[in-house]
């Protein structure tokens, strides 16, 4: 479903801030799957979601959906394709204007037309019908500004309009972490329940090991720009916050040591 091979990206280059943030990736995601990328700060998991977002051209490889090469598309056109959250529930709407205008405008995503803001009085059923499946009471305030909801409502909004139009593929960067646990519990759960109705293949860039652990199907770590772990389906269900943690541990540990010797030891792993 979604193919990435020898994905690089390297930014500032030739120059003495030059950052190899993807260094030859390759990943698969079944259709239907829901995979986690987990890693340390700077690791390259924003990039690899951006590069699949098109938010800046790479400098080699290819990014494959559904058998097309969206590599080279602008990233207007992957947004027919690809649905987005990111980290600040202040990032994917309007605040200043109302739950039904900001959802009318998700409605009409990757199409061409203008900026109207009326809603009809069959599309507001619609948009009534939907948000009170996110169970937040929000189906009675669609006039309300969105700026008046919490963290958690706005990312719930979001996530709603980021899959309106089923996306072949759902992105999300670390979309719970600037929530509050409850509200992040919330979200988190909602986004379970909504990639498993649509059945969305979905990544999901996330620092908490509990919630890789808990929603996904395919874990993916990454560390300098690039994965160097993966638990895929076959082995996923029997993997513990634990694991994660020592596969992490045994990075750090590596890189204390002389090269080498952290050869040696990864063959051994191997
Ligand atoms: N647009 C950009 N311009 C220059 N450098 C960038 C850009 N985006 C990312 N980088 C650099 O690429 C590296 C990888 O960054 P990235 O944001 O992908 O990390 P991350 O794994 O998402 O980290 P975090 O967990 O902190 O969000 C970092 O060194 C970062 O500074
Ligand atoms: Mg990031």
């Known amino acids: 479903m979604l193919k990435i091979r020898n994905l690089c990206k390297t930014f500032f280059a030739g120059t003495p801030n030059q950052v190899n943030a993807l260094r030859d990736i390759d990943l698969d995601i079944e259709e239907g799957c829901f995979a986690a990328i987990i890693g340390t700060n700077g690791s390259g998991k924003s990039t690899l979601l951006n590069a699949v977002a098109g938010a800046f051209q790479v400098d080699e490889g290819v990014i494959e959906l559904d058998g097309v090469d969206i590599a080279r598309q602008p990233e207007y056109q992957r947004a027919r394709q690809v649905g987005r959250v990111f980290q600040n529930p202040f990032a994917g709407t309007a605040a200043g204007m109302s739950i039904a205008e900001n959802i009318a405008l998700a409605m009409r995503r990757g199409r061409r037309q203008g900026l109207r803001r009326a809603v009809g009085s069959k599309v507001r059923e619609e948009i009534q019908s939907r948000v009170r499946t996110l169970d937040m009471g929000l189906e009675d305030r669609l006039d309300n500004a969105?700026?008046?909801?919490?963290?958690?409502?706005?990312?719930?909004?979001?996530?709603?309009?980021?899959?309106?139009?089923?996306?072949?593929?759902?992105?999300?960067?670390?979309?719970?972490?600037?929530?509050?646990?409850?509200?992040?519990?919330?979200?988190?759960?909602?986004?379970?329940?909504?990639?498993?109705?649509?059945?969305?293949?979905?990544?999901?860039?996330?620092?908490?090991?509990?919630?890789?652990?808990?929603?996904?199907?395919?874990?993916?770590?990454?560390?300098?720009?690039?994965?160097?772990?993966?638990?895929?389906?076959?082995?996923?269900?029997?993997?513990?916050?634990?694991?994660?943690?020592?596969?992490?541990?045994?990075?750090?540990?590596?890189?204390?040591?002389?090269?080498?010797?952290?050869?040696?030891?990864?063959?051994?792993?191997?």
Not at 175 to 203: F, M
Not at 204 to 215: D, I, W, Y
Request: with cysteine; net charge neutral; aromatic share 4%.
């Open 146 to 270: 969105i700026g008046t909801l919490s963290g958690g409502q706005r990312q719930a909004l979001t996530l709603l309009m980021a899959t309106w139009r089923r996306p072949k593929l759902l992105l999300l960067d670390e979309h719970t972490a600037a929530l509050d646990p409850k509200s992040a519990g919330q979200v988190a759960a909602l986004t379970k329940e909504i990639i498993q109705r649509e059945n969305l293949t979905a990544l999901m860039v996330t620092h908490s090991m509990e919630q890789a652990v808990q929603l996904s199907d395919h874990i993916v770590m990454m560390h300098k720009g690039q994965i160097i772990e993966q638990y895929g389906a076959e082995c996923k269900a029997s993997v513990r916050v634990a694991d994660l943690l020592n596969a992490f541990d045994r990075v750090r540990r590596r890189e204390l040591l002389d090269p080498d010797v952290a050869d040696l030891l990864a063959r051994q792993y191997a």
